[in-house]
């Protein structure tokens, strides 16, 4: 069985940091492909970043130069260093395996999350 488990999250002032991060277990982790959703309330689920398992990465143009995601996979993990923060990142973050998959694309409906809340 497939578990994602987010951590990290918090409430900050605008122009703060955080940093989350997800445990994965029942997979192969690090032949995955690994992702970060958000969803702020209203919000559709959105993609944020990616890191392919060869480490290739990519962001959101919402959270380029601001957000950093790394994966360590000797602990299963992959981290979301985010920095600058803005109210308008408030949302709930999910961490998913196979991010451009459809059932990734639904981990804001099923997925735990982490809420980061940020206040200006």
């Known amino acids: 069985e497939v578990q994602l488990v987010e951590s990290g999250g918090g409430s900050v002032q605008a122009g703060g940091s955080l940093r989350l991060s997800c445990t994965g277990s029942?997979?192969?982790?690090?032949?995955?492909?690994m992702g970060w959703y958000r969803q702020a309330p209203g919000n559709g689920c959105e993609l944020v970043s990616t890191v392919r398992s060869i480490g290739t990465t990519h962001y959101a143009d919402s959270v380029k130069g601001r957000f950093t995601i790394s994966r360590d996979n000797g602990k299963n993990t992959v981290y979301l260093q985010m920095n600058s923060l803005k109210p308008e990142d408030t949302a709930v973050y999910y961490c998913?395996?196979?991010?451009?998959?459809?059932?990734?694309?639904?981990?804001?409906?099923w997925g735990q999350g982490t809420q980061v809340t940020v206040s200006s």
């Open positions: 029942g997979f192969t982790f690090d032949a995955s492909d």
């Open positions: 998913a395996a196979d991010p451009w998959s459809t059932i990734a694309a639904m981990t804001c409906l």
